[in-house]
T-cell receptor, first 109, second 113 residues
Framework: DAKTTQPNSMESNEEEPVHLPCNHS???????IHWYRQLPSQGPEYVIH???SNVNNRMASLAIAEDRKSSTLILHRATLRDAAVYYC??????????FGTGTSLTVIP | DSGVTQTPKHLITATGQRVTLRCSPR?????VYWYQQSLDQGLQFLIQ???????AKGNILERFSAQQFPDLHSELNLSSLELGDSALYFC????????????FGQGTRLTVV
């Protein structure tokens, strides 16, 4: 199974941009990169996904390296509600998706 | 509200017992996924169904089984329960099986005593 590597934790000041990195050096050509987040005591929530090109939606932006071996989730202005565990996931052709340990984001007021 | 409903929200049972967790996917979603989240293991993929058929299998123990019914709801059966089975069990659903976003329920917290 293709695996992802993320920092265990990160901190950000409120209303500042946050860049959450993810390494996935064993990614295959058909793997999509998905990001989910999990707030305390809740189920994971979809954030964004992409294949090769950078993606934007109302929640965040996803920047994918040209070789696809890494990606970065960008929260443009962190709020206290963005404090969560962020998971970078590779979705393979078998349609399974595996969660790693994720990055616990702390937002400082 | 994700639209995915899991019941019960909490379950306390004794070792050796059997329980059934239920999941109703979002209206129109054909794929259902089950995950186990324990403190020391993180989110572990268990199994996926698509339109009633098993689609993918992850780290699901032989004591566990699942099925998806014609009305697309799914049940996860856990038997011969052990203390280590205590965890949050999440169900997720998606429209298609490939590369679409999945919507997660609020989970069932299982405590085995």
């Amino acid at each position: 199974d293709a695996k992802t590597t993320q920092p265990n934790s990160m901190e950000s000041n409120e209303e500042e941009p946050v860049h959450l990195p993810c390494n996935h050096s064993t990614i295959s050509g058909t793997d999509y990169i998905h990001w989910y987040r999990q707030l305390p005591s809740q189920g994971p929530e979809y954030v964004i996904h992409g294949l090769t090109s950078n993606v934007n939606n109302r929640m965040a932006s996803l920047a994918i390296a040209e070789d696809r071996k890494s990606s970065t989730l960008i929260l443009h202005r962190a709020t206290l509600r963005d404090a969560a565990v962020y998971y970078c996931i590779l979705r393979n052709t078998g349609n399974q998706f595996y969660f790693g340990t994720g990055t616990s984001l702390t937002v400082i007021p | 509200d994700s639209g995915v409903t899991q019941t019960p929200k909490h379950l306390i049972t004794a070792t050796g017992q059997r329980v059934t967790l239920r999941c109703s996917p979002r209206s129109g979603d054909l794929s259902v996924y089950w995950y186990q989240q324990s403190l020391d293991q993180g989110l572990q993929f268990l199994i996926q169904y698509y339109n009633g058929e098993e689609r993918a299998k992850g780290n699901i123990l032989e004591r566990f089984s699942a099925q998806q019914f014609p009305d697309l709801h799914s049940e996860l059966n856990l038997s011969s329960l052990e203390l280590g089975d205590s965890a949050l069990y999440f169900c997720a659903s998606s429209v298609e099986p490939t590369n679409t976003e999945a919507f997660f329920g609020q989970g069932t917290r299982l405590t085995v005593v």
